[in-house]
């Protein structure tokens, strides 16, 4: 049974940081690519960034690029995303996916996802 949990989401003010973390477990995490969603009230989730089963290919959309920063540590199953410069536009659930084949849409699995505040 696939199993990613969310952590370290919280409320910031604008233009501080967070990081979140997604652990995995029940799969062969060093193939799949991980992705971060976000959705925020009232609107459809979006895609935020990805990271390729090697770890040498990152994808963001133009709204986060810059700013946040995803990584992941194989041995640990684990994908991070570094959070800067946070804006109240930020604010959502932020959800971690896995998918063996896609990168920015139609991932397989899905966490339960981690509330991100941002106050102005």
């Known amino acids: 049974q696939v199993q990613l949990v969310e952590s370290g989401g919280g409320l910031v003010q604008a233009g501080g940081s967070l990081r979140l973390s997604c652990a995995a477990s029940g799969l062969t995490f060093s193939i799949y690519n991980m992705g971060w969603f976000r959705q925020a009230p009232g609107k459809q989730r979006e895609f935020a960034a990805a990271?390729?089963?090697?770890?040498?290919?990152?994808y963001y959309a133009d709204s986060v690029k810059g700013r946040f920063t995803i990584s992941r540590d194989n041995a640990k199953r684990t994908v991070y995303l570094q959070m800067n410069s946070l804006k109240p536009e930020d604010t959502a659930i932020y959800y971690c996916?896995?998918?063996?084949?896609?990168?920015?849409?139609?991932?397989?699995?899905w966490g339960q996802g981690t509330q991100v505040t941002v106050s102005s």
């Open positions: 990271i390729a089963k090697s770890g040498g290919a990152l």
């Open positions: 996916a896995a998918d063996f084949t896609n990168v920015r849409s139609n991932y397989n699995y």
